[in-house]
């Protein structure tokens, strides 16, 4: 057996890392900076400060979109960058594995998981799967090996996953396309509608941190740098948070509308369970402003925004590498109880 166990949450726009008994260890971008296509010149953090402005022979991406992995090569790079840096060592040791991974999605795309840490050239021991909302609730803090049903909404970077938890194990679970960078689109794409004003990914991120709010009435505006439509001039800006409603209000209604479905197709028995628990809210777009009060008055549910819901994930990857009684949740791959 690997002395060493690593929990591994492969975000879209992040990835996290903990290590048993330690906790979070690693929390940087999930993303890789390669100039004239063959060399490295920086990744996480660092490739994130050049992200929008390298030079044409540098590319700057990331290697997971929609939640599953979209260049393995990169990844695979980048993994074994991370786990390097974390053993000390270009060589590092023999190590244990467990990765989180969405519930919906196709085994062939699971596997693609596995695959890449069993093909990396690092020195593995065991791979593990386990199922992202399982590792998202425990991360949260919540029981989920009773028969009391809870119900987890984890909205990422690309994605947005809907799920009803019971006895350990996923009784329905629905992901849809929608997520933080979708929000960051539509800002971008309403400023340059309303105010002739190319902006970058960053700065319609800066804008949704500060301006996004979930149902209307907040009042407040900032300043942001871009490029004219007209003129190509650089040129500054005010930007006030009813043109962000408008921008993200459609997105934020689908999520919903995801919910209805999962609770529309919830067993009486565990329906119960979550009016008297509510639905717990967790991923790095949670902390919308009234995202709480958006869902209560769509669903007449209590809705719980989870504490540091940006780590769950990873918190319950450690969860389940330091409490014996939770290992079981890590586990081969499984057929799912999925809603189209």
Known sequence: MASKTYGIDFG???IKICRKGQGLVLDERNIIAIADKKTIIATGNEAFDI????PANIVVTYPVRYGVIADVANMTALLIHFIQKLSGSKRPGSADYIVATP???TEVERRSFYDLIASSGLKVGRVKIVEKPIA?????GLEIMTARGVMIVDIGAD????SILSLGAIVLSKLIPIGGNK???????????????YIGDKTAESIKKKLANALPGLEAVTNVYGRDVVTGLPMEMTVNSKTVYEAISEYLYTIIDAIRIILERTPPEISSDIIDSGIYVTGGSANIFELSGLIKKETGLKVNICEDSANTVVKGLSRIMDEPQLSSLADALRPKNLVD
């Open 159 to 162: 994605t947005t996953e809907v």
């Open 12 to 14: 879209t726009s992040t």
């Open 183 to 197: 929000l960051d689109e539509a800002i971008k794409g309403i400023v340059k509608k309303k105010h002739n004003l």
């Open 51 to 54: 992200y929008e402005k390298a």
């Open 136 to 140: 998202d609730a425990l991360g949260a």
């Open 103 to 105: 519930t919906d999605i």
